[in-house]
Structures are given as structure tokens and as C-alpha cells.
């Protein structure tokens, strides 16, 4: 491991030595200065960006920004420069081949709108903005002043077709087989659990790539599709960043610091974030047990409080350094630890088949956790003089750690009669790595058909040691029924081709993709091994129409799978309830999925529509079940010792169940009225259909055949507004609705929530402090109805309670609102049909 965070410093250390010029005489540096104008109002233009580019040496650009005046001045050496000024949806002005010998002031320069380019303009930070792909939808994420002081998943929840659930648990159009993607790959930031994402601060984010139909080029992985989350890396020369500090109730507060120099020979950009939170949530399970003659026996009501505390650091150093125009390396390490202890709560009532109380008794769980997650990757980029000839090579290495330990005590009330006190430790950990190659050849008429291939493998290895048992004078006394050691390796070695081209208004892009699977699962105490081996191969077709430049058709397909992992398939049962318990199945099976997408995109002069209907026919989809297995919790009756209470113990885990037909349609429309307005409402409706049986073998060994049809229908809407008030001033709603939904055995209600947020700058516009509110009527609940042939189960669950946070971020040499030149949100210009 020490090898692997010593390599990118030691790299870093040589190849900024290699940057210096060597020492002596040199002439006296110059000022190259003027000012910029808008031609048609000749107002001063701030942010436009003077380039000099040595003739001599290409590779060698210098320059600078304008002022709050539309001044410029910068410092470089005499010699002979080709000088740009650029500035957002603005025709270039350009100089070729002028020698500067002392400096020089080229006077006002005035640069005309394009036209033409006007219809693409992204202002990242100031609006979100939607692009149609052939094989994508990019939302460049705008100033969403509901998630400042928040993290990836409060800004991935306020994407059109994405929901967050109560857990924190990440949904593409109702789906939670979604892959999460950082810059283009999986990364130690997502962590072992879903939370992970919860550290890296929502100031970061420059774009959300939602990809629900993925091209050959991307990981097969994800049925519903891909979430691609770009983070921000500044391309102003000199040094620039930023300071966001945030604090909130119940107690959340933290700060986060970004920092980016770039020279002519190299980039360094560094993220560190710290933040503390203390989040209360709740629930609430109301059960009731029947015989086999569906007769009601008993009753038992859980009331549950939450009480998590985490301390959590975050760092992202990165290093690019350019070896030519052409060629680049970048290297980054990515450090995450975090600790904290989690509290939970559970007060049990008991009572009889008419609803007398019999018991009550309290469980409390208190769990340390630390987490540990290091991640190393270094790419390799080359182009060619063919614009967008490319060749790029990476490779990653991550290691995380996890471990949980957790003091289980109960008591029964009135007679203050304690059980035995339980201890879980929860080992995990995982090293990841991942090598990956991908080659784009642009060829025939204007370069307007495109060739690529590549070659990715991803090589995981995922540990758990669990310890179950009685906690005596310190000493745990390991129950060998509940303990276990789970090993599961999952390498995959994958290969792509594809093709695209474009003539006239028509796009296509076929390819195909081969993946080798080798997965290996092995429960060391009980000795079972099981080993799966498998070859698919994943075809993917696109096609495109452009009516206009305003109005855009797609038609796709591809073929997905999902691979269980992480909690899926750890089979340790939890134990903060014992009579509710959930645990993962090592043996389940991956889930193929043929996908079929339309896609439709226009714009107005104020207002964007897109759309999508698509069919999604998946095989082996995992469901979570609900059974009986056969235990009972024997709790001593103060009132009738020799007639204890039963309770009986159920299970949640998930199998392979069903074949699952999802179709629907998906509509966002935005409108900005004027300046700094934004209204937008993004709909999702899809109708579900779960057709299965599953046969087993109960605990008094009867062979069960249940059916598990379900046919669901249920939608999802959200709507934002984004509007001034006086005293300059920017106000932010969103709202956001779930209807109702079943699965194999549940049936969830709806869900309502609110989120609010003020905005002001101040400090001559360098400073931004914000206040904004989460879940605003503290309504975002969970309530489930779950039905058993011997038990009915009403839940409530509510992951955090309302949340109010206020933010202070400055910004030092570095503009507002950062804009970029290109509508493809900042980054170079991306081929019709290239992936990222």
C-alpha cells in the first residue's frame, strides 16, 4: 500500500523539477494589456480570456482573465505570440504571428455575439442546463441553492429523473440498479456503502451525465443505467479556488476547500473536505402475528430512534502534467477516513390476541464504525493531429476498510429482567483495481464516422468477517450458527468495439461488447465454495435525427446486466432487531436486462422539453423477500413465568424472483422567463410488471410454492423554482412527490417533501451565503405494508429528520460564475458519439 501513495508523490516531485527552466540570462518580462468590449452595447466584458501562444513553441500558452472593467493584463516574456480573446457565445478575436520586444497595449477589442453558438451556451453556476446525446443525457449542474453546504446525493436528487430514497439509496427512473461513475469510473468515493457519497460536497460537481441507455463503450453494469458525476477542475491559468464554510441543525457542520494551480506545463487541483454530522431518524413497526388458520395470536409494536454520528475527511489531490500540446499524464490520490457511533433505540410492546399488554422491554445498540478508503489512479492521454484522435490509458487501485462493532443490550421492563448482552463485529474489506484502454479514430468525409475499441478489467476482492455471540466480562463467547467469513472475488475482463457515423441529419452508432466474469464465493467457517464463470455479450444500437438545431430524435437499445454486491450478497444477519432481521444472499445470480429508449429534445427561446419512453424486460431480478424462519424470541412474562412470550423472528433477504417488465415515460420541461428565473418540472410514469414463483422449504419442513405476481403502477414529479427578490436576494423551492408502489411482497406509500433555500452574495460579488432548508415538513417517510402468510406488518421509516444549513463561500480569483466556452459543460469538445 505504501508503495502506491509514495508512487504519485514521487512522480509529482520529478516531474515538476522537470518543469523549471534552467537558470541565466534572460530578458526582462513584459505586459501585454487592453480591454474588452461587447460590439453592440459596448459594455466592458469581465471573464473574457486573453491566450498567447508561443509561436515558436506551440506548446507554450500563457494568459489571463478580464476584470470587473473588461481590463486585461499579463505578464510574459518578448517574443513572437498568436493572440486570442475568447468569451462566452462571442466570436473569437484573433492576432496571428505579432512580436511583442516591450509591452504593449492592443486598445479596446471589441467581440461580436455568435449567433450560432448562442443555441449550445452552457453558463455553468448560473442555470442547469439538459444536452441530448446519442448515448447520453448531460445536466450541467447550475447554482441549486438547495444543496449548498449538501453533498453528491442532495445534488443527484435534484436531477430529473434520479431519486434518492429515504437510506440514501440512488433510483434512475424508480430503478435502484444504477452504477455510479466518477470522471468516467468507479471510485473509492463510492465506497462500501451508499453514505460514501454523502462526503464529497455538492460545490464539486461541474455535471451529471445520466446515461439510461449506455453505449458498448461503458460497463455493462447497471440495468437502469449509469450515472456519470463530473467533478470541477478549474482551466484559468494561475492559482484559484474556493472555501465554502457550513453549519446546520441538528448538528452538521463542516468545511470544504478547493484549490487549483495551473501553469503552462502542469496542473495541480486539490478538494478536502471535513464535516460532522449528528442525524436523528426514526421509525416505526406495527406487527401482527396470525396462526395457520390465519387467526390472530398476538401483537408487537417496535419504536425505533436513530442516532448516527460521524466525523468524516475527504481529500482529492491530483497532478497533470503535459508533456506536449498532445500528450498528458494525470495523477490523483484520493484519501477518505471517517468514524463515528451510531445509536439505536428500540422500545417493544407486546401484546395479546386481543390487544392487551403482556411485556415491554427496551434494545439499545450502540456501534463504533471507522472506515478507511485510499484510491490512487493515473491516466495517460494522447491525441493526434485528427481532431478528436485519440488514445488514453488508465489505471486504478483502491483499498477500503471497514469495521462495525456494535453492544446490544435488552431489558424487560416492570420487573427490570436483563438478557444476556449481544456483540456484533462487522470486518470489511475490499481492493479494487482497474486497468482500461480505449482508442477513438475519427475517419472519411469531415471526419464525421467515428471508430473505437477498448479493453477495461476490473479486479475486486470483497472480505467480511462477521462475529456473532454473548458478551460476558468483556470476553465475547462467538456463536458459530451467526458468525461466518465471507470471501467473494469478482474479476471481469471486457472488450468493445463500436461504430458510429453521421450523414447529413442522420446519426447511428452500433457496437458490441464481450465481458468474462469470473466470480468466486466462499464462506471460510462452513467451507462452501462456489465458483461462476460466464462469457455475455452486450449489443448496443443508436440512432439519431436532428430536425434542426433546435430538435433532436434518438432511438437506442442496449443490453445490461446487474451484479449482486455489497449488501446484496453479505449473508450476516443484523441484529438491532431481533425479531425484524435483514441479510444478504452470496449465491444470487446477475440480472440481464434488454433496454429500448426514444428520446425527444427542443428548445425555444425561453423554454427546453425532452422526453423519453422506454421498455425495460429484465430476467432474475432480485426482490427482497420476507419469511419466517422458524425462531422464536422466548421472552420471560414477570406476569406468567411459566407462559413466556413468543415472538416469532422474520427475515428480509433478497433472491433471484422474477422476470420484470418496466415501461413508461419521462417528460422535463424548463422555462426561464427572464433573467435569473428558472422554472422547472420533470414528470416520470412507468408501469411495472413482476411475474414469479419461489419454492422452499419452511421450518417444519413443508415445501412452500408462492406466487409473487405484481403488476404497479406509480410515478414520480418534481418540481424547482428559482427566482430574485428584492434586495438581490435568490430564492429556491423544490418539491418533489413519489407515488405509491408494490413489490413481491410490500406496498409503499407516497411520499411528499419540500427543500428551500436563500441566497445572497456579498463582498463584491467574491462571497455567497446561503440558507437553505431540507425536507421543509419533515415528511420524507417511508411507510410500508408487508404481508407473510403469518404475519402483517405496518412500517414507518425516516432515514434524517428535517435539516436546516447555513453557508458562507468565497471564491478567490475566480469568477462567479465559471464560464465555459464549448456547450459540452467545460471539458473538450466530445465527438457526436464518444462516451466518457
Known amino acids: 500500500m505504501k508503495k502506491f501513495i509514495l508512487l504519485p508523490l514521487f512522480l509529482m516531485a520529478f516531474l515538476m523539477s522537470f518543469s523549471q527552466r534552467p537558470s541565466g540570462q534572460r530578458p526582462s518580462p513584459i505586459t501585454i494589456s487592453g480591454t474588452v468590449y461587447d460590439k453592440d452595447t459596448n459594455q466592458p466584458l469581465e471573464y473574457a480570456t486573453l491566450v498567447l501562444q508561443s509561436v515558436r513553441r506551440p506548446d507554450m500558452v500563457t494568459g489571463g482573465i478580464s476584470d470587473l472593467d473588461g481590463k ?126 454523502q462526503q464529497l460536497p455538492a460545490e464539486s460537481i461541474e455535471r451529471v451525465e445520466v446515461i439510461t441507455n449506455p453505449s458498448a463503450r461503458y460497463d455493462a453494469e447497471g440495468t437502469a443505467g449509469i450515472l456519470n458525476i463530473i467533478l470541477r477542475q478549474s482551466k484559468t491559468a494561475g492559482v484559484n479556488g474556493s472555501v465554502n464554510v457550513f453549519a446546520g441543525y441538528p448538528d452538521n457542520y463542516g468545511t470544504a476547500v ?19 454530522r449528528d442525524a436523528p431518524g426514526n421509525a416505526l413497526f406495527e406487527q401482527e402475528n396470525f396462526d395457520e388458520n390465519g387467526n390472530t395470536v398476538s401483537f408487537q409494536d417496535e419504536i425505533r430512534q436513530y442516532q448516527r454520528q460521524d466525523n468524516s475527511f475527504n481529500t482529492n489531490i491530483g497532478f497533470e502534467y503535459f508533456f506536449s500540446e498532445t500528450s498528458s499524464i494525470t495523477n490523483s490520490l484520493v484519501i477518505r477516513k471517517s468514524d463515528g457511533e451510531n445509536t439505536v433505540d428500540i422500545n417493544f410492546f407486546n401484546f395479546d390476541e386481543v390487544r392487551n399488554p403482556t411485556i415491554r422491554r427496551n434494545r439499545s445498540t450502540v456501534e463504533a464504525e471507522e472506515d478507511d478508503n ?45 438478557l444476556p448482552t449481544e456483540q456484533t463485529i462487522n470486518d470489511e474489506s475490499q481492493i479494487n483495481q482497474l486497468v482500461q484502454f480505449d482508442y477513438v479514430l475519427p475517419f472519411g468525409k469531415d471526419n464525421m464516422s467515428q471508430f473505437e475499441m477498448g479493453y477495461r478489467g476490473t479486479f475486486n476482492n470483497f472480505n467480511t468477517d462477521f462475529d456473532f ?84 430524435l434518438t432511438i437506442s437499445y442496449s443490453r445490461r446486466l446487474r451484479r449482486p454486491r455489497s449488501r446484496f450478497i453479505n449473508p450476516f444477519p443484523s441484529r438491532s432487531s431481533n425479531t425484524n432481521l435483514f441479510q444478504g444472499n452470496p449465491d444470487l445470480d446477475p440480472t440481464f436486462t434488454n433496454a429500448f429508449d426514444l428520446g425527444y429534445l427542443k428548445r425555444w427561446d425561453k423554454i427546453t422539453f425532452t422526453t423519453s419512453g422506454y421498455f425495460n424486460r429484465s430476467t432474475g431480478v432480485f426482490q427482497f ?87 404497479n403502477f406509480t410515478w414520480f414529479t418534481r418540481f424547482s423554482a428559482k427566482i430574485p427578490l428584492p434586495g438581490d436576494i435568490d430564492f429556491q423551492s423544490n418539491i418533489f412527490y413519489r407515488g405509491p408502489r408494490k413489490d413481491a411482497q410490500n406496498e409503499n406509500k407516497g411520499i411528499l417533501s419540500t427543500n428551500l433555500a436563500f441566497s445572497k452574495d456579498v463582498i463584491k460579488d467574491k462571497a455567497t451565503l446561503s440558507l437553505n432548508v431540507s ?62
Open 625 to 711: 423477500i420476507t419469511q419466517e424462519t422458524g425462531d422464536f424470541v422466548e421472552i420471560e412474562n414477570p406476569d406468567d413465568p411459566n407462559n413466556p412470550v413468543l415472538v416469532p423472528v422474520q427475515a428480509r433477504t433478497p433472491i433471484n424472483l422474477a422476470t420484470d417488465s418496466r415501461y413508461g415515460m419521462e417528460f422535463t420541461t424548463t422555462y426561464t422567463p427572464k433573467r435569473d428565473w428558472r422554472l422547472t418540472w420533470n414528470l416520470n410514469l412507468f408501469q411495472q410488471q413482476l411475474r414469479g414463483d419461489y419454492t422452499y422449504t419452511n421450518f417444519l419442513n413443508e415445501e412452500i410454492t408462492q406466487n409473487f405476481d405484481a403488476d
Open 72 to 197: 486585461f493584463s499579463v505578464q510574459t516574456m518578448p517574443g513572437q505570440y498568436n493572440v486570442r480573446v475568447e468569451y462566452l457565445s462571442y466570436k473569437t478575436f484573433e492576432l496571428k504571428a505579432q512580436t511583442f520586444r516591450s509591452s504593449t497595449d492592443l486598445g479596446a477589442i471589441q467581440l461580436e455575439v455568435d449567433a450560432e453558438m448562442l443555441e449550445d451556451v452552457v453558463v455553468v453556476g448560473e442555470r442547469t442546463t439538459v444536452e441530448l446525446r446519442l448515448d447520453k443525457k448531460v445536466y450541467n449542474v447550475g447554482q441549486d441553492l438547495t444543496v449548498r453546504g449538501g453533498s453528491v446525493t442532495d445534488v443527484l436528487d435534484n436531477v430529473p429523473s434520479v431519486t434518492v430514497d429515504v437510506e440514501g439509496n440512488i433510483s434512475l427512473r424508480g430503478n435502484e440498479s444504477v452504477r455510479i461513475l466518477i470522471n468516467g469510473k468507479p471510485s473509492a468515493l463510492s465506497g462500501l456503502s451508499p453514505q460514501a457519497l
Open 374 to 418: 485510499v484510491q490512487y489512479s493515473v491516466n495517460y492521454k494522447k491525441t493526434f493531429d485528427k481532431e478528436g484522435h485519440e488514445f488514453t490509458m488508465d489505471y486504478q487501485y483502491s483499498r477500503g476498510d471497514e469495521i462495525e462493532n456494535s453492544i446490544i443490550d435488552e431489558i424487560v421492563l416492570g420487573e427490570s429482567v436483563a
Open 258 to 276: 478547493s484549490l487549483n494551480l495551473r501553469r503552462e506545463k502542469f496542473n495541480i487541483f486539490t478538494t478536502t473536505t471535513y464535516r460532522y
Open 469 to 552: 455471540g454473548i458478551l460476558e466480562d468483556g470476553v465475547l463467547d462467538r456463536d458459530p450458527d451467526f458468525s461466518n467469513e465471507l470471501n467473494y472475488k469478482e474479476y471481469v475482463n471486457a472488450a468493445y468495439m463500436q461504430l458510429g457515423t453521421k450523414v447529413k441529419k442522420f446519426s447511428v452508432l452500433g457496437g458490441l461488447r464481450m465481458e468474462a466474469s469470473d466470480i468466486g464465493i466462499e464462506l471460510v467457517d462452513t467451507q462452501e465454495v462456489t465458483d461462476k464463470d460466464y462469457v455475455n455479450w452486450f449489443p448496443s444500437l443508436f440512432l439519431g435525427y436532428e430536425f434542426s438545431e433546435t430538435e433532436q
Open 775 to 836: 425536507d421543509v415538513f419533515n415528511s420524507r417517510k417511508r411507510r410500508t405494508e408487508t404481508i407473510t402468510n403469518t404475519v402483517a406488518t405496518y412500517s414507518e421509516f425516516q432515514w434524517r429528520e428535517r435539516q436546516i444549513t447555513l453557508s458562507f463561500l468565497y471564491r478567490f480569483n475566480q469568477p462567479q460564475n465559471q464560464r465555459n466556452r464549448n456547450g459540452r459543460g467545460g471539458q473538450d469538445d466530445d465527438f457526436e458519439f464518444e462516451g466518457t
